[in-house]
C-alpha cells in the first residue's frame, strides 16, 4: 500500500462488546468512549450482567438517542465475565469484534489504528498498547471529573515491550513473547476467526478466564498485527477500601483459579502442537503470576501461607526439567525452585524482595562446600552459579537504605550489597538519586549523584556505601492532590566502571527504625504531614499529606501500602 496514498473514510465494521454489572457511575462513560471511536464502529452492544443498580435503565436512555447502541439484559447473574462477553460476541454482526469492561475506556481513534492494522495485514488478530491507571473512587456524579483526571496522569503500559514498534507475524511461534500478554481487552478480533475456531470465554464464575481464551486464540495459529498506539485504558478504583489487596485476592481460592487457568491455558497450547508456546506459558506463570502472589504472602496468616505454598508446589512439580532450564536466572524461576524444595514456607522476606520488581537478592549469600553460590547453606541444592555470568544490569542487586532524621532534613544512608565477587568485578562507582511521584512520574528535583565507597562492615561483607541528605522542604512545596497525598518512590541507578549501570530501588535496611511522621511548613504557610514507610515489596517510600486532612490520608494509604491491586476487570 502505498503509503502516500490518502485515506479513505473508514467504513463501519467494527462491532465493540461493552459488559458491566453494578456498575451505574462508569458503565455509560465507558460506552460513550465506544461511540465516540467514530464511524468505524457500526454497533456497541452493552451487555448488562443482572445488575440490581439502575445501569440497565442508564443504558437503555442512552441506547434511545444512540441507534447504533443494543442493550442485552441477562437475566441471571454469571458472576464472571466470560458469560456477559460470550453472549455480546453472539450479538455482534460486524466482520470485527472488541471488548470493554464497564470501568475503562477505548482511547480516541483506538479502533480505528486496530482495524486499519488487521485490515493492512489481513491479520486475523490486531493488538496495541494497554495502561492502567489507578483512580479514586468519586461516585457517579464525579466519575467523568475523575476520568479526566486520569487521563492526564501516569500511566502503567502493560506488556509495552511487544507494542514497542509495528509488526506482522504469520503465526505467534514466531513471536512467543505474545503469550504473556494474557488480555482480551487491547485487541480486536476477526469475528468469523473466533467463530469458526469455537472460540469463546469460559462461562459462568471461572475467574482469570482472559488466559483460556487468549490460549484458544493463539492455538489457532492468528496471523497477528501489533500496533504502538494506546488503544486501552484500565481504570483500578476504591483499592484503599479493601483488604488485603482486592476480594480477588483475598483468599487462596483465587490463587486455585489462577493455577487452574495457567493449566488450562498450558494444556489447550500443547494439545494444539504450539510446544514453545506451552513452555512459554509455563515461563510466564513464574515471570507474572508466582512473582505478583509471592510478594503478598507476608502479608496474610500462616494458614494462608501454608496453603498457598502447598498449593503452589503441587502446580511447580508438573514443571519438567525443560521448562526450568527455559530461563534458569529469571526471579520467577529461583522464587519456583525455592517453594519447591521446601515443603514448608521459609525466607519470606528474601522471597518477597526476589519477587518485586526490580528483583532483589537479599543476603546472605551462601556457598556449596565446593564454593558455589547457593541460596542457603541448608538450601544447597538451589545452586545461584547462573548469577556469575548474567550481565550486570540484570542482576537483583540489594541497595538498603537507613533514614536518620534531623531539623530540617534527615539523611539517607545507601549500602549496595556485594553479590558473588560480581560487585567487586564490575567495579561500582556511584548511585544516582531519584524521587518520583508515584502519581504522575514526575521527579521531585534534578537526580543527585553520589559516590560510592567501599566498606567491610561485619557480617555483611564488603559494601559500598554513600550518603545524601534529604531536604523536608523539597516535598512539602509541591503542589497536593485535592484531598488527597502524594507517596513519592526512591528511584536509584547503580553505576558501574566502563558505563554499565543497573535500576534499583532500596531495601528498608533490616533493624533500622524509620523516623516517625513529622509536620512541616509547605507551600502559603500550609502544613504538610511527611511520613517514610515501606511499601508492601519492603522499598523505601515517603507519603506526604495535607495536615487537614493528614489523619485520614494517612490512615486510608496506611491501608494502601497491603494493597497490590493489578488489572482487574470492572464488570465482577
Not at 500500500?1 to 490518502?6: E, R, S, T, V
Not at 458491566?20 to 462513560?29: F, I, L, Q, R
Request: with cysteine.
Amino acid at each position: 500500500m502505498d503509503p502516500h496514498a490518502p485515506r479513505t473514510a473508514p467504513v463501519p465494521r467494527v462491532g465493540v462488546v461493552v459488559i458491566g454489572h453494578d456498575d451505574a457511575a462508569h458503565v455509560t462513560s465507558a460506552v460513550r468512549s465506544a461511540l465516540a471511536q467514530g464511524p468505524v464502529v457500526g454497533e456497541v452492544v452493552a451487555v448488562d450482567d443482572c445488575s440490581t443498580d439502575d445501569s440497565a435503565e442508564l443504558l437503555t436512555r442512552l441506547a434511545a438517542s444512540e441507534p447504533r447502541l443494543r442493550v442485552v439484559r441477562r437475566r441471571v447473574d454469571s458472576g464472571g465475565c466470560g458469560s456477559p462477553r460470550n453472549t455480546g460476541l453472539d450479538r455482534v454482526t460486524s466482520p470485527y469484534v472488541m471488548f470493554l469492561d464497564s470501568g475503562d475506556l477505548l482511547p480516541p481513534g483506538a479502533a480505528d489504528a486496530l482495524l486499519r492494522a488487521a485490515t493492512d495485514a489481513r491479520a486475523d488478530v490486531a493488538g496495541g498498547l494497554c495502561v492502567r491507571r489507578e483512580v479514586p473512587e468519586k461516585g457517579r456524579e464525579g466519575a467523568e471529573k475523575g476520568r479526566e483526571g486520569a487521563e492526564k496522569g501516569r500511566e502503567v503500559p502493560w506488556e509495552a515491550g511487544l507494542y514497542a514498534a509495528r509488526a506482522v507475524y504469520e503465526s505467534p511461534a514466531q513471536r512467543p513473547r505474545l503469550v504473556h500478554d494474557t488480555l482480551c481487552v487491547n485487541k480486536l478480533y476477526r469475528t468469523d476467526f473466533l467463530r469458526d475456531h469455537g472460540i469463546r470465554f469460559p462461562e459462568g464464575r471461572f475467574r482469570h478466564g482472559d488466559l483460556v481464551f487468549s490460549a484458544r486464540v493463539l492455538a489457532a495459529g492468528p496471523r497477528i498485527a501489533l500496533v504502538p498506539n494506546r488503544v486501552y485504558v484500565r481504570h483500578v478504583r476504591g483499592c484503599a477500601d479493601r483488604l488485603p489487596s482486592s476480594p480477588d485476592r483475598a483468599g487462596i481460592a483465587d490463587w486455585r483459579a489462577r493455577t487452574e487457568a495457567s493449566r488450562a491455558a498450558y494444556e489447550i497450547l500443547l494439545a494444539a502442537g504450539r510446544k514453545e508456546l506451552a513452555r512459554e506459558a509455563r515461563a510466564k506463570f513464574l515471570d507474572h503470576e508466582l512473582r505478583m502472589y509471592a510478594c503478598e504472602l507476608e502479608l496474610h496468616d500462616a494458614h494462608h501461607r501454608r496453603a498457598w505454598w502447598t498449593l503452589t508446589r503441587a502446580y511447580l512439580a508438573e514443571y519438567d526439567a525443560t521448562d526450568w532450564e527455559h530461563r534458569p536466572t529469571a526471579p520467577g524461576c529461583l522464587v519456583g525452585r525455592v517453594v519447591l524444595a521446601s515443603p514448608e514456607p521459609r525466607d519470606l522476606p528474601r522471597v518477597r524482595a526476589l519477587a518485586s520488581r526490580p528483583a532483589r537478592l537479599l543476603p546472605p549469600y551462601a556457598h556449596t562446600p565446593d564454593g558455589t553460590p547457593a541460596w542457603s547453606a541448608d538450601l544447597p541444592r538451589i545452586t545461584l552459579d547462573p548469577l556469575l555470568t548474567r550481565p550486570v544490569r540484570f542482576l537483583p542487586l540489594t541497595v538498603d537504605a537507613e533514614l536518620r532524621p534531623r531539623a530540617r532534613t534527615a539523611l539517607l544512608r545507601l549500602r549496595l550489597h556485594e553479590l558473588y565477587g560480581r560487585m567487586a568485578q564490575a567495579g561500582p562507582e556511584a548511585l544516582e538519586v531519584e524521587w518520583r511521584c508515584r502519581a504522575t512520574g514526575r521527579a521531585v528535583g534534578p537526580r543527585t549523584t553520589v559516590g560510592l565507597a567501599a566498606s567491610a562492615e561485619g557480617s555483611a561483607g564488603v559494601c559500598w556505601s554513600a550518603e545524601v541528605t534529604l531536604r523536608w522542604a523539597a516535598f512539602a512545596f509541591r503542589r497536593m492532590p485535592a484531598g488527597g497525598a502524594h507517596v513519592w518512590d526512591l528511584r536509584l541507578r547503580v553505576r558501574f566502571r566502563g558505563g554499565a549501570y543497573r535500576e534499583v530501588t532500596a531495601q528498608v535496611r533490616a533493624g533500622a527504625e524509620l523516623p516517625r511522621r513529622c509536620a512541616v511548613v509547605g507551600a502559603r504557610h500550609s502544613v504538610v504531614l511527611m511520613e517514610p514507610y515501606s511499601t508492601y515489596s519492603g522499598a523505601l517510600a515517603l507519603r506526604v499529606a495535607p495536615a487537614s486532612r493528614g489523619v485520614m490520608s494517612v490512615v486510608r494509604d496506611g491501608l494502601r501500602r497491603l494493597l497490590h491491586c493489578h488489572s482487574r476487570p470492572q464488570a465482577h
